[in-house]
């Protein structure tokens, strides 16, 4: 594997420079579409992830021997670096784990949460080649700039600002080459780790987990499908100019570039000092932006990282930023949500356990049920509370969730195990984002009041016709 994977290093262009970690082993330019998922470009990209993450093992050391929590973490750590490096599909797969309840060790969970997706952009010349593959020779014309330094970079692809020939701000989404290939080697490393973790934790069964995430890792490799999800939240939005999605340009955007009105404005970050009142209403834009296209079309945005959220500069409007994940739920989902909500509010155990049934939980003994009510009632917790509060208190955003989850795998050790639906592992990953969003924050609100607000003309029929509507109209199936 080794020398196949100097052999594909090679075919690298050597005016592109240096290739990032994630590209080793993919070639750029090839006589046939160089996008498409190649055997080749496969068997480079496991060799390079491959000797990362078997090294990053090796390198924790001879106390791993041991076993034991400490090893545990030396384990851990190794691999976070290891992914870090790697960068790609993997590295957003390891990020999604980590935010699933008692789905990896949590020492495993703590150090993958970490994982950032700043990876370093690729330069002018695969730049050019890309734009010139997307929009002909001639595409500079249609432009009357185009920075040549990408303004963010990530895994699957890196953005340019530029402006069009007819004055328009645009940021050019450019997807990196051959990440089909990429997607499907990890996806095939991520089936791997799902097998370890479904002999080494017999609590929780991942499987149907395994396919929704690969099932959006390839979503989010069509920029045309992403192109939809913007034009459907701006849909959804309509008439509310204070949550703003950008607007695509359908003529300068394909398969792999995607251009979109530039949007300005200032990262989360940025206000963590800001005083109270604004914080408050920065987390308040957070939580209807999320909780209104759920409750009144069933669509979530998937990806609830920090990064992809800018408001401007007096925060009194929030830009959504990258539609790459997007999850359309069947409306009885929905249903299911919000009945659980009412059911754990009233204690009515009868309910409870249909709410489940309605998120697709199959057969659950009386112990499973209680274990995962410990759960539900920590992600509901805020919206059960009818007072001004933060979202959890003395708690650190690494940390949220994480004692709840040591709590349900010990219920889980006696009553288990628990196949997790494929539905579950999105909407629980934007929970936990969102609330980790609220807790850098440091916001004070009544999340009940907040919540009630979105569902309270909750029709399962009017959502479905609505869902129906909307999809049909931006050519989502």
Known sequence: MVNARERFATAIPRDAGPPPPYLVGMSEDTPKDPERNRLAARAGRFASVGANTAGAVASAGFSALFGGDAADRQIAMALKAALGRTKGPLMKVAQMMATIPDFLPPEYAEEFAQLQMNAPSMGWPFVQRRMRGELGADWEAKFSSFTREAAAAASLGQVHRAVTADGRDVACKLQYPEMASAVESDIGQMQGIIGLVKRMNRLVDPTEMGLEIADRLREELDYEREAKH??????????????????????????????????????????????????????TLLFRAWWGPMSRYGVIHGDPHLGNYTFTDDARALNLLDFGCVRIFPPRFVQGVVNLYRALDANDQDAIRQAYADWGFGDLSDGAVEALTIWARFIYGP???????????????????RAEVMDVKRRLMEHGPVAIPREFVFMDRAAIGLGAAFLHLDAEMNFRALFEAQIEQFELEAVGVRQAEALATVGLA
């Open 230 to 283: 913007i034009a459907l939240y701006r849909l959804m939005l309509e008439g509310d100019d204070t949550i703003v999605p950008p607007a695509p340009v359908p003529e300068l955007s394909t398969k792999r570039l995607l251009t979109m009105t530039w949007l300005e404005g200032r990262p989360l970050k940025s206000f963590l000092d800001a005083d109270q009142d604004t914080r408050n209403r920065i987390a």
């Open 383 to 401: 919206m059960l509370d009818d007072r001004v509060r933060r979202v959890a208190e003395g708690v650190s955003p690494g940390m949220y969730g």
